[in-house]
């Protein structure tokens, strides 16, 4: 019934656990393993974890290439062949029911396009932990119990796209997500331009053009694992670039007379950022001025008349 795709790179430490939490889900039918590139024994791992169970496939990218997430989940999504498909990273695993609340739910609203679902954290190694805490200005004595991913309040599906927009209520995570195949004909694939932010570009997208809930009162249903290879670990500017990709995809993807001014108004700033890295990093507020002027004149000539309305 369940297809589990999972990108592999650089995951020998992990991937057996990954895989093997994905098994033990009695609804899941089929597992794909996407081999990316990995210079580890990732490769030599997934080969065997492939001859041991028929329920697990193994591929690679043309020639072993390295080709990023978005690319090897979008090959996953291309070769399931199960109803549905939910996603777990090699370095993450699953908790004992996973599926059992979302199928519940499913049976229940038919009409459901995807659902997501909270998810739980572990701290791998100390280094990762620092990072990570730093990374988002948290507090060291931060604990896992304080990081778990979901969208705290319980909405429904015509709101999740601005939910998920204002980012004032939580977040979801795509290993807590499952969807129906069909959800892809409208979305499209996975933005593999996107290196980071590819999950929340793919998100919005969802939650934007499909019956998308997210969950609030279950409890998690996987963990990622947090550590010093996480792909958070970037420069600030590799992640102000990515984040310009990714909001300004979002931007030229949303008919402006589906979304409520108030969302109107977050994208337009966030454009207005997206188009001028350096809005993030001046204190002039005549800089900022400019930067706004820049992209209203830009509204203007691209007609986009609700956005410039909200812009106002």
């Known amino acids: 019934m369940i297809t589990v795709i999972i990108p592999v790179y650089n995951a020998a430490a992990f991937v057996e656990e ?5 098994l033990r889900q009695p609804e899941v039918t089929e ?15 997934c080969e065997e974890l492939s001859k041991e169970n ?16 978005g690319a090897s989940r979008n090959l996953g999504i291309q070769h399931a062949t199960k109803e549905w498909v939910a996603f ?9 029911n996973r599926f059992k609340n979302a199928l519940q739910y499913i049976q229940m609203h038919p009409e459901t396009d995807a659902l997501g679902e909270p998810i739980g954290a572990i701290f791998h190694d100390e ?24 969208v705290n309040i319980d909405v429904n599906t015509k709101e999740t796209f601005e939910t998920l927009l204002l980012s004032n209520a939580g977040s979801q995570s795509i290993i807590g997500l499952m969807v129906n195949k069909r959800v892809f004909q409208k979305t499209g694939l996975i933005n593999e331009k996107l290196t980071i932010a590819q999950d929340t570009n793919f998100l919005l997208k969802l939650a934007y053009c499909c019956n998308f809930k997210c969950l609030s009162d279950v409890p998690p249903i996987a963990i990622r694992r947090i550590h010093s290879g996480n792909r958070w670990n970037a420069s600030l500017k590799r992640r102000l670039y990515f984040y310009s990709l990714h ?13 409520s001014k108030k969302a109107a108004k977050k994208l337009v700033w966030a454009y ?26 830009y509204l203007i000539r691209y007609n986009r008349p609700l956005l410039i309305k909200a812009y106002i």
């Open 18 to 22: 990954a895989v093997q939490s994905a």
């Open 31 to 45: 597992i794909i393993l996407i081999e990316d590139g990995s210079l580890d024994e990732s490769l030599t791992i």
């Open 247 to 259: 909001i300004q995809d979002i931007y030229h993807f949303v008919e402006e007379s589906k979304i």
């Open 272 to 297: 207005v950022r997206s188009h001028r890295v350096e809005y993030f990093q001046t204190n002039s507020m005549l800089l900022k001025i400019l930067y706004a002027l820049y992209s209203y004149i």
């Open 54 to 69: 028929e329920m697990v496939t193994l591929l690679k990218h043309s020639e072993g290439k390295n080709k990023g997430a």
């Open 127 to 150: 280094k990762g932990r620092n990072q990570y805490l730093d990374h988002l200005r948290l507090s060291h004595n931060t604990t896992v119990s304080d990081l778990v991913t979901k």
């Open 88 to 96: 777990l990273d090699a370095d993450d695993f699953y908790l004992e």
